[in-house]
C-alpha cells in the first residue's frame, strides 16, 4: 500500500492561508444576496472579470498549450474544458439564484453536498463505494430533508431556493468530474481561463435572452461583484492551493466545510438572517453526512486502485 507524502509542519503562513481561504468563500452566498442585481448578471460579471485577469497571462504564457487544443488528440482535452464550463454555467445560473432566494445558510450547505454527488458519480462509471460513503450519503440525504422541509414550510420561495442549490451542488459535481479528465495534461491556467470563458459566454446569452440587465447597478452591487471576483473566486482558490503544500487535499475538502457556518455567521452579523433552529439542525446533520463521504472516499482510494476507487479528495466547489 502506497504511503502518503510526507508533509513539513503547518506553519503560520500556511494556517493564515487556510484561514483567508475559508473566510474568502464564506464570504460568497453574502455578497450575492447583498448584491442589489440579478443573480445571473452577477454570475456573468465575476466569471467575466475573471477572464480578463488570467486571460492575459495565460494567453501569454501558454499559447502552445492553447493551440495543441485545437488539433489532434489535444482536442478531447479541450472539449473537457468546453463541457466543464457548461456545467460551472449551470451550477452558477442555479446556485446565485438560490442565494437570494432562500438563506444564506441554507443555500451554503445545500450546494455543498458536491461530495455526495461526486461519489454518485463515481458509482456511476463503476467505482465502487465503501460502506463509509454510502453511510455519509444516507445521513446528508437526511439533513437536506430536514433543512429542506423547514423552509417548505415557511414559504414556497425559500423551498425554491433551496431545491436550486442542490441542483446548483449537482452541476458542481459534473463540473469537477469534466475538470479532473480535463486537468491530466492541461495546466491550472489555461483550464480555468477556458472554462471560465465558456462560462461567462453561456451566462451571457442567458442574460440576453432572459432580457436579464447587465448594466445599471449601484455602487454597492458593483463592490460586492468586485469582491466576489477577488475573494470566492481567485483568492479562496488561490489559498487552498498554496496551502495543498503542506496540508492534505483531504484536510483541504474538510476545512471547506467551514464555509457553511462561516456564511452563516455573514449572512446574520451583516444581513440580519437568523436561521431557524430546525434548519440548522438539518444543515448540520447534512455537513456531517458530506464530512464523512469525502473522509471515507478518501480511505478507500489509499487502500484500493485508483481505477476502482471513488475519487477522494473532492470538496465542494469554492464559490
Known sequence: MPTAPHRPTLDPVTTGALVLAVVAVSSSAPLVAFAAAPA?????????????????????????????????????????????????????ATWMPSAQLTSVAAA???????????????????????????????VAVAG???ATGADFGVSGRAFAGDLLAVVGGMFAAVYTAFGERARTTISTTTYTTICYG??????LVLCLVGGVPLTGFDTGTWAAVLALVAGAQL??????????????????????LLEAPGAALIGWAWLGQLPRATALSGLALLLAG????VLGGARAAR?????????????????
Open 290 to 293: 458530506v464530512a464523512v463521504v
Open 235 to 256: 483568492l479562496g482558490h488561490s489559498m487552498f492551493n498554496y496551502a495543498l503544500r503542506r496540508v492534505s487535499a483531504t484536510t483541504i475538502s474538510v476545512l471547506v
Open 198 to 203: 465558456v462560462c461567462a459566454l453561456l451566462l
Open 40 to 92: 445571473l448578471a452577477v454570475a456573468f460579471w465575476r466569471n467575466t472579470l475573471s477572464v480578463a485577469v488570467l486571460g492575459p497571462y495565460a494567453l501569454g504564457r501558454r499559447r502552445a498549450e492553447f493551440r495543441s487544443l485545437t488539433v489532434g488528440a489535444g482536442r478531447r482535452e479541450g472539449l473537457y474544458c468546453v463541457l466543464s464550463g457548461v456545467a460551472l454555467a449551470a451550477h452558477f
Open 144 to 146: 437536506a430533508a430536514l
Open 108 to 138: 451554503t450547505a445545500l450546494g455543498a453536498t458536491q461530495p455526495v454527488w461526486q461519489g454518485l458519480i463515481a458509482r456511476g462509471q463503476g467505482r465502487r463505494l465503501p460502506v463509509a460513503v454510502w453511510v455519509g450519503i444516507g
Open 303 to 319: 487502500r484500493v486502485p485508483a481505477s476502482t476507487a471513488v475519487p477522494a479528495d473532492v470538496g465542494p466547489l469554492r464559490d
